[in-house]
């Protein structure tokens, strides 16, 4: 199981970014994929998720109507759209696919995550 992610950089506050996640299709294929980030000195907190088969998303508070998360079924790859970032959005980004008897749940726990990226460093200047 392999989760790949790139995209981060350096970003001016009110710029965009777009995150990928590339998987193994063993890490992808029937299982709900999630972002979650850690800025410094901070526990990891969930930033969004998709269902497996792709039709719901959910989203923290945080990001609501500023980020959007996809899965390309072809290329077995996660993205993230970040827009309007801000720089409390200063953190590293890490994709994860859930454990595979998971339910999707609006109430995330790193818990349920099995397989996890190395994480892609994303920092928003003021």
């Known amino acids: 199981v392999q989760l790949q992610a790139s995209g981060g950089g350096l970003v001016q506050a009110g710029g965009s970014l777009r995150l990928s996640c590339a998987a193994s299709r063993r890490a992808f294929s029937g299982r709900h994929m999630a972002w979650w980030r850690q800025a410094p000195g901070k526990e990891r907190e969930f930033v969004a998720a998709?269902?497996?088969?792709?039709?719901?998303?959910h989203y923290a508070d945080s990001v609501k109507d500023r980020f959007a998360i996809s899965r390309d079924y072809a290329t077995n790859t996660l993205y993230l759209q970040m827009n309007s970032l801000k720089a409390e959005d200063t953190a590293a980004y890490y994709c994860a696919a859930a454990k595979s008897d998971v339910f999707f749940s609006t109430e995330p726990r790193e818990f349920d995550y099995g397989y996890w990226g190395q994480g892609t460093l994303v920092t928003v200047s003021s």
């Open positions: 998709i269902r497996s088969t792709g039709g719901t998303t």
